[in-house]
């Protein structure tokens, strides 16, 4: 339904606008600018741990957001597959968008396979268990940038969010590809 998918698509992109135009509004009001994290002192199980933890909570919390028949089955995927993405790009040096295409592939995957024993529909797994992969602080400095005339740094910034954002659906049509035969013929 393309003109379904349009006017969701014209509502996010909306939505994101707002958010980050606000966002940047309070930052030059605030004179807040932003810096990369801060290192921690922690060792890799314990980042993975925690990764893990955030992860489940936020996809958590999304699951409950949208409605999600199966919050806790969403999370486990979703801290799976967070998790994973943010391993790869630190320690295989993976670029983002291509962590995130396997990390959503994975969650695909691991969705297919939950989608077997429980019989819900896999979207109301994969949506809330990758919508917490959409980078929202690499939009948030791209139209902070914008807004300072940092031009080739916003477009930096909003090049590598486009493509991770592309690179999340894309990652959830492999899985479906793999996983369902009847996919690819029109019923």
Known sequence: ????????????????????????????????????????????????????????????GFSIMFNSPVPLSAAVIGAISNTLRLELVDLASLPPAAAAFFAAMIAGLLASAYKKHSGFPRIAITVPSIVIMVPGLYLYRAIYNLGMMNLSISASWFASATLIILALPLGLIFARIMTDKMFRYCT
Not at 9 to 35: D, E, F, G, Q, R
Request: positive net charge.
């Open 1 to 60: 339904d393309m003109r379904s998918g349009l006017e969701r698509l014209s509502y996010a992109i909306m939505i994101v606008l707002i958010a980050t135009m606000a966002a940047w509004l309070m930052a030059l009001a605030l004179h807040l600018k932003p810096v990369d994290f801060l290192p921690l002192n922690l060792s890799m199980l314990q980042y993975i741990v925690f990764r893990l933890l955030a992860s489940f909570c936020g996809v958590f």
